[in-house]
Structures are given as C-alpha cells and as structure tokens.
C-alpha cells in the first residue's frame, strides 16, 4: 500500500481559508461545520497558519468505533471514508479521533469528514482544497514521497498523537 496524505507548507500559508471553503463546499454543508479547519488571517494576524482535514492515520481511532462500519479505510491507498448512507450518526467516531476531524453534519444529522476528495483522486483529480488553493502550499500525494523530498511530520501547532497521522510538513 502507498499511504497517501496531505503535504502543507506552513512558510507561505497566508491563512486565507479557501481550503475551508472549497472542502465545506464540496460536501455541501453549512457554514460551521468544518471537515478542513484553517487558522484565519483575519484572528491570527502572523503566521506560521495551520491548515488541517482528517489525517488519514495509519490506525485511524474512527473506524475502530464505528459499529456500522461506515468508517473505512482502503487498502489500496490508506484513505480514510465515510459512507453516509451507512452512518447512523450515534458520532463514536467524534469522540474517538483526536485530531477533531468528523463533524456533525446538521443537514442530514450523520458525520461528515475529509476523505481527501477520494472519488476525485480516484478520476485523476485533486482535492478542491489543494485545487483552490491560491498559493499552491497544500498538495496531496504518497508519504513515502513527501518523507523522500525531506518533508517532516511535525508543524507549527500540529500536535502528533500515537496513531500515526498521515500529515506531513515542508521543513522550515
């Protein structure tokens, strides 16, 4: 398997949020309800800015409480998804993750989160949040890659738990 995850470069995020917009738009949801949370520029008024979705972990917390299995993570590429026709929104998953990534999703009362626009990737696509982001500081590909390039696994703010997120940093 070739894990993917997102890349961000943390040196020249101006803290703009279109990221958050494009993936909220994306899954069609309400303004807070946020499956990518990004520091704003507008409370924060110097960077370094964080930008974060689900991180795709290599023993994601939610698919092991998930008791319908709409949580799952595939084998050919380690991308966490939901199944929202399978989901029975009882939000085992919310509690469990410590990176805060499922969100209720008040318009049909079941999770929502990243699954790294998937169906796009599996189009040769990218995620809207890479797609719209002005400065090209988030990308998407495998970690081994990232991790090749000198990439780390730390960040400014990103603080790493035991389940091996799949996040990775542009060193500084």
Avoid: W
């Amino acid at each position: 398997m070739e894990q993917k995850g997102f890349l961000f470069d943390q040196n020249y995020c101006i803290g703009c949020q279109t990221c958050v917009s494009a993936c909220r738009a994306r899954h069609g949801i309400r303004p807070g309800t946020y499956p990518r949370k990004a520091t704003s520029s507008q409370v924060q008024i110097v960077g370094p800015f964080l930008s974060v979705a689900c991180n795709h972990c290599d023993v994601p917390a939610c698919t092991a409480v998930c008791p319908t299995g709409a949580v799952q993570k595939r084998e050919a590429d380690g991308i966490v998804t939901h199944d929202a026709e399978v989901c029975i929104g009882c939000y085992s998953c919310v509690s469990a993750c410590p990176y805060d990534a499922p969100q209720q999703n008040e318009i049909n009362n079941k999770m929502v989160k990243c699954d790294l626009c998937a169906a796009r990737l599996d189009g040769d696509d990218v995620p809207a949040c890479v797609l719209s982001c002005p400065l090209k500081v988030l990308s998407v590909g495998t970690i081994s890659e990232f991790e090749a390039e000198g990439a780390v696994k730390e960040g400014v703010g990103f603080t790493m738990h035991g389940n091996g997120p799949n996040l990775r940093f542009v060193g500084r």
